[in-house]
């Protein structure tokens, strides 16, 4: 006589794993046939009446995944049961796969609604404003107020002031915030809550999550409860903070971080900036076309991690518009007194209304009892992914800004939707070898590929061009010169393999670097392609043509 036996089998990652479990339990004695899912995480299979649980049990934990002898089975049912030992707490179906995700920016909702798509059930647990990083306090209003301060630095000068009257403007930060805030507000609601409410498959919890072990989450409600949620998968979205420096004197004073100053209403009169990366100039330039006096204290140089003529441009911009950069300059003492800020540096003091600290973010991981599962994180507390966002423990995966992937939220979303893929049976990676990357400063800064200094650490051999833009006819037609168009080729074969630009809008021209990269052009190649005249892009091509020609003496469009 036979009988049918079903059991949950944990662990596994992907197709092959339930295949490797099939044949496994199909050579146990006494089993006649087997079938294992991967999406469900069960295996379900026909056997002799009386089988040993014990033989079934341990050839599926020495493959290394987990199944627990559920207590309350009999085998004088003519069935046998087993369970993870935990029970699912967020949907009646039992049958699907069930996966947490922990955070609703842009990695949590991309692999959430992948994942619905590839059939599983997804509880989402926020403890703070749905949405996350980006839209509420990050991309969004600082882009927002960017473009304002651009606006009014247009009507205070700009290189036709000649012929057109200049009008200085009047700044009432308490109505461009109104705005602000009306569209971050309207995209929350089209773009998570809206999208949220409308999807059945998923289930959103309001709470703080932490791990009670590698199956299973304790959220703290923000209604004052408890409610523990087993998953087959989890993926940790959680995003990160800005990072505080331990300056002597900086603690208890009312700084800023980034959200605090894209939420002000009022414009300071001095405004102090510790930090020399991407926000700190972003909302330092932003600030000082606003109206503010500002100061950026710089611990190296402007964006020092780029190629050094990127930090240079941008220094030289800042300073025409009347930002004060000091380089290799650091605090070492803040003091508040008297509604002002006093900072002790090298150079002596620095006063200022309001002091913006952007020296870097910090992953959300410290309350998440990462210990509790087994994840590993680094030094900094990022969680350490492979190339298929899975952290140490396989059925736990991670994506964004807590992560050691790059800090930008096209990078989180494209990893959290590989995520999903991966936790659903798929075989997904993310490629970053052509990954771009904008600083919104006047003139913008965009990057792809390797600098000089990276192709030579990786061992690449170089050859580079810069086009300055005066040779761009886009920019002359715009009376707007600064900047430049660096190409970094592989030497010998001509492949491109880096480009960096300092212009205007160069956020719209490094997306067609990066698919000539992706497609392995060679600078010729790029060269020979059609671009429209008196556009920013046309600079690639005459920067690539620099490799052969002297670009001075070709006619305004020539081909």
């Given at each position: 006589?036979?009988?049918?036996?079903?059991?949950?089998?944990?662990?596994?990652?992907?197709d092959?794993?339930?295949?490797?479990?099939?044949?496994?339990?199909?050579?146990?004695?006494?089993?006649?046939?087997?079938e294992?899912?991967?999406?469900?995480?069960?295996?379900?299979?026909?056997?002799?009446r009386?089988?040993?649980?014990?033989?079934?049990?341990?050839?599926?934990?020495g493959?290394?995944?987990?199944?627990s002898?559920?207590?309350?089975?009999?085998?004088?049912?003519?069935?046998s049961?087993?369970?993870?030992?935990?029970?699912?707490?967020?949907?009646?179906?039992?049958?699907?796969?069930?996966?947490?995700?922990?955070?609703?920016?842009?990695?949590?909702?991309?692999?959430?609604?992948?994942?619905?798509?590839?059939?599983?059930?997804?509880?989402?647990?926020?403890?703070?404003?749905?949405?996350?990083?980006?839209?509420?306090?990050?991309?969004?209003?600082?882009?927002?107020?960017?473009?304002?301060?651009?606006?009014?630095?247009?009507?205070?000068?700009?290189?036709?002031?000649?012929?057109?009257?200049?009008?200085?403007?009047?700044?009432?930060?308490?109505?461009?915030?109104?705005?602000?805030?009306?569209?971050?507000?309207?995209l929350?609601?089209?773009?998570?809550?809206?999208?949220?409410?409308?999807?059945?498959?998923?289930?959103?919890?309001?709470?703080?999550?932490?791990?009670?072990?590698g199956?299973?989450?304790?959220?703290?409600?923000?209604?004052?409860?408890?409610?523990?949620?087993?998953?087959?998968?989890?993926?940790?979205?959680?995003?990160?903070?800005?990072?505080?420096?331990?300056?002597?004197?900086?603690?208890?004073t009312?700084?800023?971080?980034?959200?605090?100053?894209?939420?002000?209403?009022?414009?300071?009169?001095?405004?102090?900036?510790?930090?020399?990366?991407?926000?700190?100039?972003?909302?330092?330039?932003?600030?000082?076309?606003?109206?503010?006096?500002?100061?950026?204290?710089?611990?190296?140089?402007?964006?020092?991690?780029e190629?050094?003529?990127?930090?240079?441009?941008?220094?030289?911009?800042?300073?025409?518009?009347?930002?004060e950069?000091?380089?290799?300059?650091?605090?070492s003492?803040?003091?508040?007194?008297?509604?002002?800020f006093?900072?002790?540096?090298?150079?002596?003091?620095?006063?200022?209304?309001?002091?913006?600290?952007a020296?870097?973010?910090?992953?959300?991981?410290?309350?998440?009892?990462?210990?509790?599962?087994?994840v590993?994180?680094?030094?900094?507390?990022?969680?350490?992914?492979?190339?298929?966002?899975r952290?140490?423990?396989?059925?736990?995966?991670?994506?964004?800004?807590?992560?050691?992937?790059?800090?930008?939220?096209?990078?989180?979303?494209?990893?959290?939707?590989?995520?999903?893929?991966?936790?659903?049976?798929?075989?997904a990676?993310?490629?970053?070898?052509?990954?771009?990357?904008?600083v919104?400063?006047?003139?913008?800064?965009?990057?792809?590929?390797?600098?000089?200094?990276?192709?030579?650490?990786?061992?690449?051999?170089t050859?580079?061009?810069?086009?300055?833009?005066?040779?761009?006819?886009?920019?002359?037609?715009?009376?707007?010169?600064?900047?430049?168009?660096k190409?970094?080729?592989?030497?010998?074969?001509?492949?491109?393999?880096?480009?960096?630009?300092?212009?205007?809008?160069?956020?719209e021209?490094?997306q067609?670097?990066?698919?000539?990269?992706?497609?392995?052009m060679?600078?010729?190649?790029?060269?020979?392609?059609?671009?429209?005249?008196?556009?920013?892009?046309?600079g690639?091509?005459?920067?690539?043509?620099?490799?052969?020609?002297d670009?001075?003496?070709?006619?305004?469009?020539?081909?």
């Open positions: 006589m036979t009988e049918s036996i079903a059991f949950t089998v944990a662990g596994m990652t992907c092959a794993c339930a295949t490797h479990v099939k044949d496994a339990l199909e050579k146990v004695p006494g089993v006649r046939s087997a294992v899912s991967y999406l469900k995480g069960v295996a379900t299979l026909t056997a002799d009386g089988i040993a649980q014990e033989a079934l049990t341990d050839v599926v934990t493959l290394g995944y987990r199944v002898l559920d207590s309350g089975s009999s085998s004088s049912t003519g069935s049961s087993f369970s993870k030992g935990t029970a699912r707490t967020s949907s009646d179906d039992s049958s699907s796969l069930h996966i947490a995700v922990i955070g609703s920016g842009g990695a949590a909702m991309a692999a959430a609604l992948k994942a619905v798509e590839q059939g599983a059930r997804v509880t989402l647990i926020e403890r703070g404003t749905l949405g996350g990083t980006c839209v509420n306090v990050g991309c969004v209003p600082s882009k927002i107020m960017i473009r304002a301060a651009h606006v009014a630095h247009l009507r205070r000068k700009s290189p036709f002031d000649a012929g057109i009257s200049v009008s200085p403007p009047v700044i009432d930060r308490a109505t461009l915030l109104a705005q602000q805030q009306g569209l971050v507000d309207e929350r609601r089209a773009k998570y809550e809206g999208i949220l409410d409308s999807n059945p498959a998923i289930t959103v919890l309001r709470g703080e999550a932490r791990f009670k072990n199956l299973t989450l304790s959220v703290a409600l923000s209604d004052g409860s408890t409610r523990e949620v087993a998953f087959d998968r989890c993926l940790i979205a959680t995003g990160a903070s800005a990072g505080v420096p331990p300056i002597p004197g900086l603690k208890g009312p700084f800023w971080t980034s959200t605090e100053a894209l939420a002000s209403d009022t414009i300071p009169q001095r405004l102090a900036v510790i930090g020399s990366s991407v926000v700190a100039v972003e909302l330092a330039q932003a600030f000082a076309r606003l109206g503010s006096q500002v100061t950026i204290l710089a611990r190296s140089t402007l964006l020092f991690r190629d050094p003529a990127i930090g240079e441009t941008v220094t030289a911009a800042f300073r025409a518009e009347g930002i950069v000091l380089d290799h300059t650091q605090a003492y803040v003091a508040y007194k008297g509604g002002e006093v900072l002790t540096t090298g150079q002596g003091e620095i006063r200022a209304d309001k002091l913006l600290i020296t870097g973010r910090t992953p959300n991981t410290r309350t998440l009892n990462l210990e509790a599962a087994g590993e994180v680094n030094p900094q507390g990022a969680i350490a992914i492979d190339h298929a966002m952290t140490s423990i396989p059925d736990i995966y991670a994506a964004g800004d807590c992560t050691d992937q790059p800090q930008f939220v096209y990078v989180a979303a494209a990893a959290g939707t590989r995520a999903a893929i991966n936790m659903t049976g798929g075989e990676a993310l490629d970053l070898t052509a990954m771009p990357a904008v919104f400063t006047d003139p913008q800064v965009a990057t792809v590929g390797y600098s000089e200094a990276e192709a030579h650490h990786a061992g690449i051999e050859d580079s061009r810069t086009l300055t833009l005066d040779n761009v006819p886009r920019a002359l037609a715009n009376f707007d010169t600064r900047g430049f168009i190409l970094v080729a592989e030497a010998g074969t001509g492949r491109l393999i880096g480009v960096q630009a300092v212009t205007p809008e160069a956020g021209l490094i067609t670097a990066a698919l000539a990269i992706r497609n392995r060679t600078v010729q190649e790029l060269a020979d392609q059609l671009f429209p005249y008196l556009t920013m892009v046309e690639l091509k005459l920067a690539a043509q620099t490799f052969t020609k670009v001075k003496q070709l006619s305004c469009c020539a081909g």
